[in-house]
């Protein structure tokens, strides 16, 4: 096991902007399509009318709503041009709310407390370690850890690592990419942008106050790998550290993604060795808020319930695992991370991708990474229970 290191000891990491010019080109096409302008034209001078509506959605202990219109309006020759754009966005919680060794975690519709009680581990090393040999400090520490080689340490239970794919690179918590300073994911559908909130933001974020303790900033992955092939990239990424030094990352080494936890059974105040199990969701309408642990149908769908797998137990998620919802191809038609796992596995509209894990039945006893986390489930955390 190896040594605690609180928040504040580890270094914080950013991508290089120039290295990724061709990722933010893919993004930039993206969010045009998402923000697009409505415009008419007349013969005779006209007034041009701009409205913005923003929703603002605060989890607190007590969610609290602000809506706040603003209307302007100029006049221009012969040319009418309304935009309309409406944005929902999930603010943070206040600082002192935030419990630097906690998260929390979901486990049979409830959200409860995963207190970090060591730093993580990554088992079964060596097919990676050369991956990372530039990066210097706290980053070379992350040269054990992979998504794709599954390990499952004796005395071990899984942590299921609910990532939220459908929101493309943002989840990796880099702002050029989309994510917020905070390194949340955003999603963008028939021009509203959602923040989405998970357990631990992105490791690629500019703030650090969310981060979640003992979890490695890098993961190879030869997953990473194929997206970044998919996009044009073939020599791996810089990486620049909070001191200003950059350094390279090799092909298929990126930030480890924002996501939220899952789990099957509490240990309550025993803490434990987890391994941790990737899960790709690629339906919008099922990623839980780690606030409340509710799901909402954000883009429309073809089933009769389209928020029936919330997967806030591990039942809903085995079902997700062979559940196909028109909505995953309307929210991810311009992703490139769908685009890349359709085009070599042939996805579809499924609504999670286990990487590794194509049976519901291997699910519980199958890991597709190396990397153990080491924590308690005592059961309380601010919100009440679902």
Same mark, same amino acid.
């Given at each position: ?36 302008? &409505? ?25 609290? %709503?602000?809506?706040? %219109? ?10 009418? @041009? ?34 970090? %009680?060591?730093?993580?581990? =990554? ?88 981060? =979640?303790? !003992? ?18 990239? !073939? ?42 199990? @990737? ?15 509710? =799901? ?13 797998? =919330? ?69 309380? &955390?601010?919100? !009440?229970?679902?």
């Amino acid at each position: 096991m190896k040594s605690k290191k609180t928040l504040k000891d580890k270094k914080r990491v950013a991508a290089s902007t120039t290295v990724y010019i061709a990722v933010i080109v893919v993004l930039i096409i993206i969010a045009a399509i998402g923000f697009g302008l &409505y415009a008419t034209k007349s013969v005779s001078p006209v007034t041009s009318t701009t409205t913005s509506v923003s929703t603002t959605t605060v989890p607190t202990t007590v969610p609290t %709503t602000v809506t706040s %219109t603003s209307t302007t309006t100029t006049t221009v020759p012969a040319t009418t @041009v309304t935009t309309t754009q409406t944005s929902t966005v999930t603010a943070l919680p206040p600082n002192d709310e935030i419990l630097l060794n906690d998260s929390g975690t979901i486990y049979n519709n409830t959200v409860i407390t995963q207190h970090y %009680t060591a730093n993580y581990a =990554c088992e079964n090393t060596s097919s990676v370690q050369s991956l990372f040999m530039g990066l210097p400090g706290q980053e070379a520490q992350s040269t054990d850890c992979e998504v794709g080689a599954g390990v499952i340490p004796s005395g071990t239970l899984p942590l299921f690592v609910l990532t939220p794919a459908y929101a493309g690179l943002s989840i990796f918590g880099y702002a050029p990419l989309g994510a917020t300073p905070e390194g949340f994911p955003t999603f963008t559908y028939n021009g509203t942008s959602h923040v989405v909130l998970t357990n631990c933001p992105g490791m690629g974020a500019e703030n650090p106050a969310l981060m =979640c303790v !003992d979890h490695p900033f890098l993961l190879y992955s030869p997953y990473f790998t194929a997206v970044e092939q998919h996009l044009g990239i !073939d020599n791996g990424l810089n990486v620049t550290l909070s001191n200003g030094q950059t350094v390279h990352a090799d092909e298929g080494v990126l930030f480890t993604p924002a996501h939220t936890h899952l789990i099957a059974q509490s240990t309550g105040n025993t803490s434990i060795g987890w391994y941790l199990v @990737v899960v790709l969701v690629m339906d919008p309408n099922i990623m839980p808020n780690p606030i409340t642990g509710q =799901c909402q149908e954000v883009v429309p769908s073809n089933l009769t319930d389209p928020t029936a797998n =919330c997967l806030t137990n591990v039942t809903s998620l085995e079902h997700a695992m062979t559940t196909y919802d028109s909505a995953v191809i309307a929210a991810n038609s311009n992703n490139p991370i769908w685009q890349t796992l359709n085009d070599a596995f042939h996805v579809g509209g499924l609504q999670v991708i286990v990487p590794g894990v194509s049976s519901p039945a291997d699910l519980m006893n199958t890991s597709n990474t190396n990397v153990v986390l080491y924590f308690s489930t005592p059961n309380i &955390y601010p919100p !009440d229970p679902i």
